[in-house]
């Protein structure tokens, strides 16, 4: 029975070693990216959503819409309002012909009194009776101006807090289109059409998979070994029990110790200190969100 336990010993500890010596990897880690979710800024009924979970979308693209049926009708609204106010506007120009037409008059008779003065065939008297019409017609105009001006103005100022209003609602109607902001691929699709949404509300989820992220951990005593930029090779299960491999570049390292991660098969590895780092890899398909990969320095 002791000769069996001892064979059984020696045959697992042979297993193990075995198993170890297949592990010439120098970290892992499992794949990640930014996700990104875009929200509603828009409160109404969603009456186009045209997305699928999985599928491109590109930044700038249109994929639907919230109903804008009521600012659209405030915003016209409004525009009515403004016209009607403008319309209330004095017209200077016509309102000032008259007085326009008397001035030029009066200046007529100014140089020929001034003329028949000089031949001695009119009164100094004359000539300074029209002159002083001429001042008084000038300064009619000038106030008759001044008071249109101010009435014209103030018309305005009072339609200038419309016009604001419209360009919140112009604002208000832009948000209601719903515009892509990234390029990317749908991971999750929260809402659908006909849903009522409000600001803030999630839509939908997208992130960049052309680029993945792998964070992996090291030891200590590996964190002489890389550097920022650092070009490193990943390996990925082909699914046939050989490997892809990868080129990655290191983009960051933590310069704070952390416990191994839960994701460690053992109790003694998570207990061990060490530094996250992330290596940005160029995704040609093969890659997926989660799946794990070792790196070799």
Do not use: H
């Not at 800024?41 to 804008?68: H, L, N, R, W």
């Not at 992220?213 to 930029?229: D, E, F, H, S």
């Not at 991660?261 to 780092?277: C, G, L």
């Amino acid at each position: 029975m002791d000769k069996k336990i001892i064979f059984s010993f020696a045959l697992a500890s042979l297993f193990l070693a075995c198993n170890n010596s297949k592990n010439n990897y120098d970290a892992s880690g499992s794949f990640e990216t930014e996700e990104t979710i875009i929200s509603s800024e828009a409160s109404g009924t969603i009456k186009q959503f045209d997305i699928q979970e999985g599928q491109s979308i590109s930044a700038g693209q249109q994929i639907g819409y919230v109903d804008s049926t009521q600012l659209f009708l405030k915003k016209k609204q409004l525009e009515a309002q403004i016209n009607s106010l403008l319309s209330k506007k004095p017209n200077i120009s016509v309102q000032l012909a008259t007085l326009q037409e008397q001035l030029k008059t009066a200046e007529k008779e100014q140089m020929r009194f001034s003329n028949l003065l000089k031949s001695g065939a009119a009164t100094t008297k004359q000539v300074d009776d029209i002159t002083a019409q001429v001042e008084i017609l000038k300064k009619q105009i000038d106030a008759q101006k001044s008071t249109l001006s101010i009435s014209s103005e103030g018309i305005n100022k009072d339609a200038m807090p419309l016009q604001v209003q419209i360009e919140q609602l112009n604002d208000q109607l832009q948000k209601c289109k719903l515009i892509n902001s990234v390029n990317g691929t749908v991971l999750t699709k929260y809402a659908e059409v006909n849903e009522i949404t409000s600001p803030g509300k999630p839509l939908y989820k997208i992130a960049d998979l052309s680029n993945l992220i792998l964070r992996a951990y090291i030891t200590g005593n590996q964190l002489p070994l890389v550097k920022l930029n650092q070009k490193v090779k990943l390996m990925t299960d082909d699914g046939s029990g050989k490997f892809n491999e990868t080129e990655g570049i290191i983009t960051w390292v933590n310069d704070k110790a952390e416990f191994t991660p839960k994701t460690i098969q053992t109790k003694d590895e998570r207990s061990n200190m060490v530094y996250a780092i992330k290596i940005l890899v160029k995704n040609t398909g093969q890659l997926k969100i989660g799946m794990y990969a070792e790196v070799k320095f």
